[in-house]
């Protein structure tokens, strides 16, 4: 079965302090990996997709990147936080064979409180 | 740009009773998946109904949906609801890699 791990659970940070969130998929090779932003109370936007090691698509532009540094494995990251990057950060998969139109199956999240 | 609109905010119906959750969608493109998620409290979304298939009913766990592209519709619904549906419902449109959500509706069933 799969498995996808997402860390850290929660992070406190300063504005204009760096960044870094990961993503790990166990059990499941090759998948296309996504990175989804929750404000709170709001909907699911979509930030980036990854259908392979190395490469990574932007869907929408909040002073945030990410990285596929490996098959199993999303970063998403930032040099300076901003106020409005508080929210909950979701990662998802979907399996490679599925094409584009794949149910996505999502972790369980980070929650970010920027102060 | 791609479009979901659906029945937003708090939404409350009396156990046993019928709920519907509305939802249209915009876009130019010919082949679209659509999906319902359900997102209970401090855990994350899951799939409750997906179809890419015009006019065809798509059931899971009492909730059914029919896609219908000659309305741009994926509506949901229930004939009885049950206090355990209550949680976040988010209809999301797929045109391929990107997946659009809607704004979400709370879903609340009271006895």
């Known amino acids: 079965a799969q498995t996808i791990h997402q860390w850290p659970v929660a992070e406190i940070k300063a504005v204009g302090s760096p960044l870094s969130l990961g993503c790990t998929i166990k059990?499941?090779?090759?998948?296309?990996l996504y990175w989804y932003w929750q404000a709170t109370g709001g909907t699911l936007q979509q930030l980036f997709y990854?259908?392979?090691?190395?490469?990574v698509e932007s869907v929408v532009q909040l002073n945030l990147s990410a990285s596929r540094p490996k098959d199993d494995q999303f970063i998403l990251s930032t040099e300076k936080l901003l106020l409005s990057h508080s929210g909950f950060y979701l990662c998802?998969?979907?399996?490679?064979?599925?094409?584009?139109?794949?149910?996505?199956?999502f972790g369980p999240g980070t929650r970010l409180t920027v102060l | 740009g791609d479009s979901v609109t659906q029945t937003e905010g708090l939404v409350t119906v009396t156990e046993g009773l019928p709920v519907k959750l509305n939802c249209t969608y915009q876009?130019?493109?010919?082949?679209?998946?659509f999906f319902w998620y359900v997102q209970y409290l401090n855990e994350a979304p899951q799939v409750l109904l997906k179809?890419?298939?015009?006019?065809k009913r798509t059931e899971h766990q009492g909730f059914h949906a029919t896609l219908h592209k000659s309305s741009s519709s994926f509506h949901l619904q229930k004939s009885s609801a049950q206090l355990s549906d209550s949680a976040l419902y988010y209809c999301?449109?797929?045109?391929?890699?990107?997946?659009?959500f809607g704004k979400g509706a709370k879903l609340t069933v009271s006895p």
């Open positions: 179809s890419s298939t015009d006019n």
């Open positions: 059990g499941k090779s090759s998948p296309n």
């Open positions: 990854s259908i392979t090691v190395g490469q």
């Open positions: 998802a998969w979907s399996p490679d064979w599925g094409g584009n139109y794949a149910e996505q199956f």
């Open positions: 876009t130019t493109y010919l082949t679209i998946a």
């Open positions: 999301a449109l797929s045109t391929g890699s990107k997946l659009s």
